[in-house]
């Protein structure tokens, strides 16, 4: 399939119709920011055409930021009571970010339960990727693959009941220690805890990280401001997330690595007490360690779970029973009721309750839920609280009548004062317990952070904020390069400049351009790291880099960038080409390749791409009878559209000249598609303006799909119609899949149901196929037309095979005729090896981090694979930019290098997850039509005309900028004159 896209570093402004360069259209918004956000809210309201949940007034560039308060549960709580829906639901905006928040039991179930595959999801922060490698745990983990294999690692093999239980040995002996904190660390690490008072070091590091992670972070509330800003926003963050996370890496690997010695000894000596999940002493380290090449974790994945579940595992228990002991306080009826029954549970001289009275105390349990509806870590909670409990009777200290309940927000909520209690009937315990309960402790105190919420700080930032932006975005550069040094290998960069990066080196041939620079910058691997904007752009030119990025770490850059324009033309994005990496594209994809273009499919329309083959012949031949010249790229155009749109709605095309419509309606997609998009470059900036800045296209790339929209709707019901039709004359539309008549629009709605398909993700694939069907066929036919006319020798020995290859009598080449044809096979090949319809491939994006030839390339980075470059290479290419197709015959038969995404050095349709799935398709209608323009046809050049002008042009396929102008005669008549 033709592989559409707008590249996102094409520069547009350099073409015919503008003088203006790529550095003036990008720093232009930036001088005109402040003027624009100001604008900002009125317009965003008058856009709102879909029904949004209620909503409170808000204010221009903060939202409704000033409405939160220290708590922020108690202000949302507040706010719905006041402007929420029935249903419990309301929507904010907080600073840039819209928000939704459900405060009802229906809505809850709504979100959690209905819809939860759609909210399962993260947003990310600078601070969370920095401290938790990507993040690539479970908790703060972006909803996907790598998220669904962390989960399942955890509940299979951590938190599994059998394991939880096989811990009871570590909770009833660190209850007579010191906190929740050395039950978790003794779970996750074992005695190993207790060396060089590592336990101590966990809880410092764990109290550094609550109080990063609840601060104030920029880009939660703009996270486009502090991408534009290149960082300089963020970079204090930054920073202390670096250091943090360097003192937790110091510390994770000094005791993953003893555990692996541990395990290393243990199976050097056959012993099997160590290392195995089955063994009731191992802890999560030891499991960790055991099921590392079985998940292909890496050394951060099990830094990144292990941090999570130390900081996650502590501070909710501990919250949890200070709460539970600050009510039982407060609450004496229910304090005596609760020490009774556990008490009367506990057999005559134990001193300590253990885990299996537990059963026998459901007071205790109903506390507990009480305290905190929804709950975390039961099983070290229930322990502690009973054995306070059964061992004490509690008083207030002297001069105290009560306990402040007030609350502190962070991430968790937790008291905002100390609980002070005087315990009495103190059963002797180690030496250390009864001060480490008396609140003596001061060591793991989380309220040593400010008790203000980073929400009540939002109105006062923004406005100093924007005053700055511009005096701060010429630091940019300074910041950024100071930084990057001392960090991850990155590959090599050529110098940039400030704000616009590496734009300025880009011309109006991205991919000639792309070359050239790898050439004097890149390196010997072929890769070369650019920051196009603020976008990081890692840039494939060789054959090895292209291995590595499209074989090796496929699944790693499986995913797209994002862009307002193909979000609006094509539902979210909800089709193949330009969807995210996820389910919905790999169910999007199965569809395509399983139902439509499978090789019994491409066959089944072999009918439509010889009748247009027909007609195409048909009208040059008219044209070959009075010697007039004929536009070959408009012909092969018309002629390559007509074929997909019959393919994907069969006849009903020719209804009220709807090809004509699809025509236009395609020309109009492709020139906003490969038009200027400012957040190609600057993602952030545009959604922090509110969409301002993107605003015409937006509205250009809705007026398209709504233009779409209103002829597919009407083909779309008239397929419908006809399939019901067919079911009730119990005719075979009841199983249209079978059918080799049946267009592509009758195979999506007989799996529409099967599929769960929408009428949006069905117009999306559709718009998709018609698009790319069309360009990348009619694009390749020209070319090869207009090497042929250079190439009178190939053209001649191209008219020779295909000739003799039709029986004598036969007027149409006929696909079955195709076979034998050698030559035409080797014509296209090096047609698609010089002049590949996507140059750069479509765009992918990395949804990790990951490392290819020893480079750190980070999630979020776009990658282009300049396969024009690397198809033109002469040191995998002879005579690279000679056009000649027999370097594909190896005696006599096609054969050397393919295009099928094996061979890296061609690879024109691309390779792996990706690549194009309708390449079959293509091919097909590339050699019916050709067979048949040189079987009928002898060609010359227009009078006055001597060569051919192969000056190309970059939009969103590579095409020439001259249309394609050639005189035909029949062959085996000649020329009079011209007319």
């Not at 990658?863 to 594909?888: G, H, K, S, T």
Request: proline letters at 5%; one cysteine or more.
């Amino acid at each position: 399939m033709a592989q559409e896209i707008s590249v996102d570093i094409v520069q547009q402004a350099a073409g015919e119709s503008s003088a203006m360069s790529i550095a003036t259209l990008l720093l232009f918004p930036l001088m005109m920011m402040l003027i624009l956000l100001p604008l900002r809210y009125f317009f965003t309201r008058a856009r709102r055409n879909s029904k949004l949940p209620p909503s409170p007034p808000a204010l221009p560039l903060i939202g409704h930021g000033h409405l939160i308060g220290s708590l922020p549960h108690v202000s949302l709580r507040d706010l719905a009571r006041r402007h929420g829906g029935e249903d419990g639901l309301m929507l904010l905006r907080l600073g840039a970010v819209p928000t939704l928040v459900a405060s009802s039991m229906r809505a809850a179930r709504e979100v959690l339960g209905t819809h939860d595959r759609a909210f399962a999801s993260r947003p990310r922060n600078v601070v969370s990727d920095v401290l938790l490698y990507g993040p690539s745990e479970v908790v703060f983990q972006p909803y996907g693959e790598g998220w669904r294999q962390a989960r399942k690692l955890v509940t299979t093999h951590l938190l599994n009941t059998n394991k939880v239980i096989s811990f009871r040995g570590n909770r009833e002996e660190e209850l007579l220690s010191k906190s929740t904190n050395d039950i978790v660390c003794r779970a996750v690490a074992g005695r190993s805890v207790r060396i060089e008072g590592r336990d101590l070091v966990f809880r410092q590091l764990i109290d550094k990280t609550f109080t990063l992670l609840g601060g104030l972070n920029l880009d939660s509330f703009y996270p486009g401001l502090a991408k534009v800003a290149g960082g300089v926003l963020m970079l204090p963050a930054r920073r202390k997330a670096e250091k943090l996370r360097a003192e937790w890496s110091n510390l994770l690997d000094k005791v993953i690595n003893e555990h692996a010695d541990e395990i290393a000894s243990a199976q050097a000596s056959h012993d099997k007490s160590v290392g195995g999940d089955k063994h009731v002493e191992s802890d999560f380290i030891h499991v960790l360690l055991s099921v590392q090449e079985e998940y292909g974790l890496t050394r951060e994945n099990i830094k990144a779970i292990l941090f999570s579940m130390l900081a996650a595992g502590t501070d909710t228990s501990y919250i949890v029973l200070e709460y539970t002991m600050a009510e039982l306080m407060l609450h004496q009826d229910v304090m005596a009721k609760l020490q009774a029954e556990v008490r009367k549970s506990v057999p005559n001289g134990q001193k300590f309750v253990n885990e299996e009275d537990l059963t026998r105390m459901t007071y205790l349990k109903a506390v507990i839920k009480e305290t905190l509806r929804i709950n975390y870590s039961l099983a070290s909670m229930e322990i502690i609280l009973a054995n306070l409990l059964h061992q004490f009777d509690w008083e207030l200290p002297k001069g105290v009548d009560a306990i402040g309940m007030t609350e502190v927000f962070r991430l968790t909520v937790c008291r905002k004062e100390k609980l002070f209690l005087v315990p009495s009937s103190v059963i002797p315990s180690r030496p250390g317990y009864d001060a480490a309960w008396r609140g003596e402790r001061v060591d793991h105190d989380p309220r040593q952070t400010a008790n203000s919420s980073a929400m009540l700080l939002l109105p006062l930032l923004f406005l100093p904020l924007t005053m700055t932006l511009i005096l701060l975005l010429p630091l940019h550069y300074i910041f950024t390069t100071r930084s990057a040094k001392g960090k991850s290998k990155l590959p090599p960069s050529p110098p940039a400049l400030p704000l616009i990066g590496h734009a300025h080196l880009i011309g109006s041939l991205p991919h000639v351009s792309l070359r050239d620079v790898a050439r004097r910058h890149g390196g010997e691997d072929g890769l070369m790291l650019l920051r196009l904007g603020v976008v990081p752009t890692l840039v494939a030119s060789s054959m090895r880099a292209a291995q590595q990025v499209l074989c090796t770490h496929d699944r790693s850059f499986a995913s797209r960038p994002r862009a307002v324009v193909s979000d609006v033309l094509f539902y979210g994005p909800s089709e193949i080409a330009f969807q995210p990496y996820g389910e919905r594209w790999r169910q999007a994809k199965r569809l395509a390749t399983t139902h439509l273009f499978n090789i019994n499919k491409v066959q089944s329309f072999r009918g439509i791409r010889e009748e247009e083959a027909g007609l195409l012949v048909d009208i040059i031949s008219r044209a070959a009878e009075t010697c007039t010249v004929v536009d070959m790229s408009k012909l092969l155009n018309k002629c390559t559209n007509d074929i997909m749109c019959c393919a994907v709605a069969g006849q009903s095309i020719r209804v009220n000249g709807r090809d004509m419509v699809f025509r236009k309606l395609i020309d109009q997609t492709f020139k906003i598609l490969g038009g200027f998009n400012l957040d190609s470059f600057y993602p952030g900036m545009t959604n922090f303006a509110g969409g301002l800045l993107v605003l015409s296209s937006r509205r250009k790339a809705k007026r398209v799909r709504d233009g779409w929209s209103e002829v597919l709707d009407k083909v779309i019901d008239e397929h419908a119609a006809e399939l019901a039709d067919a079911k009730r004359n119990h005719d075979s539309g009841d199983d249209c899949r079978e059918n080799p008549e049946v267009d592509f629009i009758h195979v999506l709605l007989s799996l529409q149901e099967k599929c769960a398909l929408t009428r949006e993700n069905i117009k999306a694939i559709l718009f998709e196929m018609l698009g790319a069907g069309t360009n990348s066929p009619y694009l390749t036919l020209e070319f090869i037309m207009a090497e042929l006319m250079l190439h009178q020798d190939v053209m001649a020995k191209l008219q020779a095979e295909v000739r003799k290859s039709i029986p004598k009598g036969q007027k149409v080449v006929h696909e079955d005729d195709l076979t034998s044809m050698i030559y035409l096979k080797a014509v296209i090949k090096e047609t698609l090896r010089l002049h590949p319809p996507v140059p750069l491939l479509v765009p992918r994006m990395s949804h990790e981090d990951c490392e290819v030839d020893g480079y750190t390339i980070q999630a979020g980075t776009t990658l282009l694979v300049n396969v024009w470059a690397i198809c033109r290479d002469p040191m995998y290419w002879v005579a690279p930019e000679e056009f000649m197709p027999d370097r594909f015959i190896y005696n006599g038969e096609i054969g050397g290098v393919d295009f099928r995404g094996r061979d890296f050095q061609f690879l024109p349709f691309g390779s792996g997850r990706r690549m194009c799935p309708a390449m079959n398709y293509s091919l097909a209608s590339i050699e019916i039509i050709l067979a048949n323009l040189i079987n009928h046809f002898d060609w010359e050049f227009p009078s006055g005309v001597d060569a051919i002008d192969m000056t190309e042009r970059f939009q969103v396929f590579t095409c020439r900028r001259e249309k394609l102008l050639l005189l035909p005669s029949l062959h085996g008549i000649t020329h009079p004159s011209e007319h």
